[in-house]
């Protein structure tokens, strides 16, 4: 939620910064601003509301400068506008500051310091950039001590970037539960949400902790700690090809994305399994989920989803009880746990917050945690006792498409290891085979585009809701499916529990309501296809989406052969590329749906 991005020491300042917001849009895009600096008490502050191709639009060419700081907002606090989009200022014109997260003390600290000013805004963000402005002033505090008094005073999560515009040399920078990297190079210094954001000027990033402080010129970086004592934090390089950053000759991120699923497969195939067979992990991380009573997966949306249908895997394979938390209410409301508990956060961006209150918790309780997730040092992965990666590379678009489908493989990975170590004997699931199967299949699938852009015309110009059914894995993938076409259709869909339907929500059934069936289970294919009748008596407008073995004639669409037990590897394909071409046909953004962003670090 939010980027930001902030330069020292370039010429090119203003280049720089949009184009970090650029590759930071994924991250909020309702409003977007620059502040550049051309020298003492001298700089253009630039904002708009709407996208960064719009502020590019509103920059003028005597808007540069060699330092600088830029944002692009998913609003919290004020509605997408001008007035609330940052940098915000003091009312004496002097500081400028980027804000991600929720200051929740801001209206006491309003209350209690600013009386005499007058907010422009009705974001947190410009009470706390008026407070470093009153600390200087009134308390003749320097800039720095202002600003490390802010930090103490403010509640809440932030990245905060600031600029004095009597002192253009500098930048100062503090982090709290939002994530921010600094990033360095030989002549200048930056600063991030996200690596994404300055690979093309460095690749080298030092990780901010949560507390600190730091200030920053193009020759030297200051970081503080909690205590405002001096610091040192880790550097890393990060290595991402520049070619995963653009969308190629794709129309937009979510169809190459979806496109690279295969390759993202074959590559995790290939990590995590030995020429034998053997899924390969750190052997201390299989010896604690081995000793493990209970997996507790801790996630949220996609990523939850993918979690559910983990639950059979392990289960199934390794026979070790799996119980899979949304991460926003289990934090809060913490069951009777079992005895030996493991903790395994799935999250593509190892940035949510919501899965990271429960991270801290269960730390504290001294409880062992794995991070899967997509996005080496990031939050979640720093701060669990393990990582493993999903190899995806960087998935741009807000809908998630091949970090679901690589979590399930990890996940089915990590089992088939527990299970081998935990029973040696015993290896009659051949996941490499199976792997491969969904690899292909997947493929096979994507090639079938013409045939569900069509299907996606057929049941989804007109209609306002929508349904997926299935049962078990089938199921599971359904409510993946319905958040896929939902969040970028705005097509109102349940993901549903086939047998479940006649319970109650068969009532909202009419006269065209589209059903889409999931059947790649024998076990239950009979009773879902029951299931369908009974919606067809209603009227509703049913499509089948079947695996080859149980296929019957009018089945529109055939999922290849696999074991039901990584099924939604396969079905979730087609419900993607349906809500793609759904989007597409009723004139929206498809990479970028209203109201959303793709990293969710608030709570
Ligand atoms: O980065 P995470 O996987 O932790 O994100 C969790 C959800 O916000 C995310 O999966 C979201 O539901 C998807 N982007 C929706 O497609």
Request: charged residues 20%; proline residues 3%; neutral net charge.
């Amino acid at each position: 939620m939010c980027g930001i991005v902030g330069i020292v020491g370039r010429n090119d300042a203003t280049e720089v910064l949009l184009n970090g917001l650029e590759k930071l849009e994924y991250r909020g895009y309702d409003s977007a601003g620059i502040y550049v600096s051309q020298g003492l008490n001298k700089g253009s502050l630039v904002k708009v509301k709407g996208k960064i191709a719009d502020l590019r639009a509103a920059v003028h060419q005597e808007d540069v400068g060699n330092i600088g700081i830029g944002h692009t907002r998913w609003a919290t606090h004020g509605q997408p506008s001008k007035a609330n989009a940052h940098p915000q200022s003091s009312a004496d014109g002097r500081f400028y500051l980027v804000h991600n997260g929720v200051l929740e003390n801001y209206e006491s600290l309003k209350a209690q310091y600013l009386n005499d000013i007058k907010l422009q805004s009705q974001t947190d963000t410009e009470v706390a950039v008026n407070l470093v402005a009153t600390l200087v002033q009134k308390e003749k505090m320097s800039v720095l001590a202002a600003w490390q008094k802010m930090v103490q005073l403010v509640k809440g999560s932030y990245a905060f970037v600031l600029i004095d515009r009597e002192n253009p040399q500098q930048l100062y920078v503090a982090k709290n539960k939002s994530p921010l990297l600094i990033g360095t190079g030989a002549t200048f210094n930056g600063v991030c949400s996200d690596s994404l954001a300055l690979l093309n000027v460095t690749n080298s990033f030092i990780e901010l902790h949560d507390g600190d402080t730091a200030v920053i010129s193009s020759q030297e970086i200051k970081i503080f700690g909690q205590k405002n004592e001096a610091v040192k934090r880790k550097t890393y390089s990060v290595t991402l090809n520049q070619d995963d950053l653009g969308k190629g000759t794709y129309p937009y991120y979510m169809l190459k994305e979806i496109n690279e699923q295969p390759a993202v497969l074959r590559f995790l195939e290939k990590t995590y399994l030995n020429e034998t067979g053997k899924a390969v992990f750190d052997s201390r991380l299989l010896d604690q989920l081995a000793q493990a009573e209970k997996i507790y997966f801790v996630a949220a949306g996609t990523s939850y989803h993918a979690g559910l249908v983990g639950k059979a895997l392990i289960e199934k394979l390794a026979q070790i009880p799996v119980s899979v938390e949304l991460a926003s209410e289990f934090g809060y409301h913490l069951p009777i746990l079992a005895k030996n508990p493991f903790f395994i956060f799935l999250s593509q961006s190892g940035e949510t917050a919501d899965s990271r209150q429960v991270l801290l918790k269960i730390k504290k309780l001294g409880y062992p945690s794995l991070t899967i997730t997509n996005v080496d040092h990031s939050t979640l992965s720093r701060e669990a006792d393990f990582t493993v990666l999903l190899h995806a590379g960087p998935e741009i678009a807000v809908a998630s498409t091949k970090a679901y489908t690589a979590q399930i493989t990890v996940v089915a990975l990590l089992a088939q290891a527990l299970r081998q170590k935990l029973d040696p004997d015993v290896i009659n699931f051949d996941l490499k085979q199976q792997l491969s199967l969904a690899a292909n299949g997947i493929q096979t699938l994507i090639d079938q585009q013409e045939l569900i852009e069509q299907l996606a015309k057929d049941y989804f110009s007109k209609t306002r809701n929508a349904f997926y059914i299935g049962r078990g894995q089938d199921y599971y993938a359904s409510r993946e499916a319905a958040l896929k076409l939902k969040e970028i259709s705005y097509i109102q869909t349940e993901g549903f529990a086939a047998g479940e339907l006649k319970h109650g929500t068969i009532s909202l059934i009419e006269l065209g309501t589209p059903v889409i069936a999931l059947i790649t289970d024998p076990e239950t294919a009979d009773l879902t296809r029951g299931n369908l009748k009974e919606v067809e008596a209603r009227g509703a407008h049913t499509l089948t989406i079947a695996s080859e073995n149980l296929a019957q004639s009018k089945d529109q669409i055939i999922v290849p052969q696999i074991d039901p037990l990584l099924s939604p590897l396969l079905t979730v394909i087609p419900a993607q590329l349906l809500a793609y071409f759904a989007t597409i046909q009723r004139g929206y953004n498809v990479d970028q749906p209203r109201n959303l962003a793709k990293s969710v670090t608030v709570e």
